[in-house]
T-cell receptor, first 117, second 113 residues
Framework: DTGVSQDPRHKITKRGQNVTFRCDPI?????LYWYRQTLGQGPEFLTY????????KSRLLSDRFSAERPKGSFSTLEIQRTEQGDSAMYLC???????????????FGEGSRLTVL | KQEVTQIPAALSVPEGENLVLNCSFT??????LQWFRQDPGKGLTSLLL?????REQTSGRLNASLDKSSGRSTLYIAASQPGDSATYLC????????????FGKGTTLSVSS
């Protein structure tokens, strides 16, 4: 399977603990996005990388959240001192800069569901 | 600030019916518009992408149209099937190809057999 891969698929943690999610984009996709989705809502943008550079961050990304893409391939999203309000589905997407039509089409992974008790 | 609205929030139809899902956006300066399908507890599957210069795109029983000037897009599903039951999300990209998508809240479709 060469789609976007996310791990773990589901994480249950206690309030105050740190959690980390990993995203492996489609091979050769240089753009990578993180979104958060709560029940009944559409995905909300968190942050965006082009290669290893973090080009855009939403104000939703508080100082407890940090994302990295150190080698321009996989990315991690860490949440420190989790709160119950962090419970959500965390979605990763990738796209290819410079595809023939420059469509900017995004391809999403299956998501990582976080439950904070 | 770009806002995306999807109407209706939920829709129930009998199998075989043709249906239309609506999406509206407030800023017509979009780069493209993408329709997704999401099954419960799953990620998003891209259905159709319409570039700002295009009027419509078709894939199988799905047809998406775009009217930038009025800030509207529709997703037409022909001959609906129970397997079409899912949440359908509309998202717009503003500015350049690399910018983030802005999503609506989705329309949850239920097709009964």
């Amino acid at each position: 399977d060469t789609g976007v891969s996310q791990d773990p698929r589901h994480k249950i943690t206690k309030r105050g603990q740190n959690v980390t999610f990993r995203c492996d984009p489609i091979s050769e996709h240089n753009r990578l996005y993180w979104y958060r989705q709560t029940l009944g809502q559409g995905p909300e943008f968190l942050t965006y990388f082009q290669n290893e550079a973090q080009l855009e961050k939403s104000r939703l990304l508080s100082d407890r959240f940090s994302a990295e893409r150190p080698k321009g391939s996989f990315s991690t999203l860490e949440i420190q001192r989790t709160e119950q309000g962090d419970s959500a589905m965390y979605l990763c997407a990738s796209s290819l800069r410079g595809d023939i039509a420059n469509t900017g089409e995004l391809f999403f992974g299956e998501g990582s569901r976080l439950t904070v008790l | 600030k770009q806002e995306v609205t999807q109407i209706p929030a939920a829709l129930s139809v009998p199998e075989g019916e043709n249906l239309v899902l609506n999406c509206s956006f407030t800023d017509s300066a979009i780069y493209n518009l993408q329709w997704f399908r999401q099954d419960p507890g799953k990620g998003l599957t891209s259905l159709l992408l319409i570039q700002s210069s295009q009027r419509e795109q078709t894939s199988g029983r799905l047809n998406a149209s775009l009217d930038k000037s009025s800030g509207r897009s529709t997703l037409y599903i022909a001959a609906s099937q129970p397997g079409d039951s899912a949440t359908y999300l509309c998202a717009v990209k503003v500015g350049q190809a690399g910018t983030a998508l802005i999503f609506g809240k989705g329309t949850t479709l239920s097709v009964s057999s």
